[in-house]
């Protein structure tokens, strides 16, 4: 339901594709306006281009007894964009977990509407499973499901193994500042210990806005790490950055321009490998789901 009572329709505006044990895909998906707020969704299917996958009905909600989504916008709770890893047998997924209800000094903060405030600490949390069907909240020591907080509107996780470590990116907001989003990654040895953010890119050019840089997709291929951001989903505006150093995607307009390649026609891209072949899945027109569409690269000229 809109702010003037009119009924908005299901919407997915990010998601996460995977093969699991039973040697199924699945797509987690990251569903707007329903009920609740947002909530991840779950499709399955045998083969990574049929059409359409299978509804399985299944979804996860936030739990606020793990921390999870409190005093969040609007009064709704908020699951957000998923991203899961297998490692020594077992499945991670990492996903948004929305607001903290508190500051970065640990002050209760207001997080009722998305005009009020931007200082909220958000989180990226965790669930693990044996086998990628069946999920559990992994808690910390503090009982929480948050593996960290911050900077300020964290969310959109994408991982990769780099050298035998991982690297986490996502989105943030520093100082409670709209105009300082940005991509930030942190690492990790275990995947449960992670150290401190560090800014890889921020370009204004591109869109200056917090909501304007978002869904960090990071991949590797000959000699060059990708990054994929995504500016707008109704145009579908996804902006692409090439380095060497997966440290550093251009943290400044004139930096980033130099590691800029151009845009593409799609919103929250994922890229797949599968027997030699590639594809990338998108959520550019959000009311029809997630899409999907072969992916070729070409060797510069």
């Known amino acids: 339901m809109g702010e003037n009572g009119e009924i908005r329709p299901y919407e997915s505006v990010d998601h996460h594709i995977f093969r699991a044990d039973d040697g199924y895909w699945h797509l987690w998906g990251c569903v ?99 086998d990628g069907l069946k999920w559990n909240r992994y808690t910390f020591d503090d009982g929480l499901s948050r593996a960290f907080t911050g900077p300020g509107e964290a969310r959109d996780p994408c991982l990769i193994k780099i050298d035998g470590l991982w690297h986490l990116y996502y989105t943030g907001l520093e100082e409670g500042n709209p105009q300082k989003g940005g991509m930030f990654v942190r690492t990790s040895k275990d995947l ?55 440290l550093d995607f251009g943290k400044g307009n004139e930096a980033a321009a130099r590691k800029y390649l151009g845009q593409i026609p799609c919103a929250a891209p994922e890229i797949y490998q599968v027997a030699g072949d590639e594809y990338l899945s998108s959520n550019h027109d959000p009311a029809l789901g997630t899409q999907m569409c072969r992916l070729h690269w070409k060797t510069e000229t």
């Not at 909530?39 to 509804?55: A, F, G, M, R």
């Not at 709770?77 to 077992?90: D, N, R, Y």
């Open 192 to 246: 449960l210990h992670w150290s401190a953010y560090q800014l890889v890119h921020r370009a204004h050019q591109f869109g200056s806005n917090w909501w304007e840089i978002e869904c960090p997709h990071v991949v590797y291929r000959e000699g060059y790490f990708y990054l994929f951001r995504t500016q707008n989903y109704v145009k579908a505006i996804t902006h692409v950055f090439r380095s060497e150093d997966p």
């Open 32 to 130: 707007r306006h329903t009920g609740w707020g947002r909530i991840l969704y779950h499709w399955k299917s045998k083969n990574l281009t049929d059409s359409p996958w299978e509804d399985t009905g299944e979804f996860i909600r936030a739990n606020a007894a793990f921390g999870e989504s409190i005093n969040g916008w609007d009064k709704e709770e908020w699951i957000q964009s998923p991203f899961i890893v297998k490692e020594k047998g077992l499945y991670y997924m990492f996903y948004g977990g929305h607001s903290t209800g508190r500051n970065k000094e640990g002050i209760p903060a207001r997080g009722n509407s998305r005009n009020e405030s931007f200082d909220t600490e958000c989180q990226i949390c965790i669930m693990t499973s044996p």
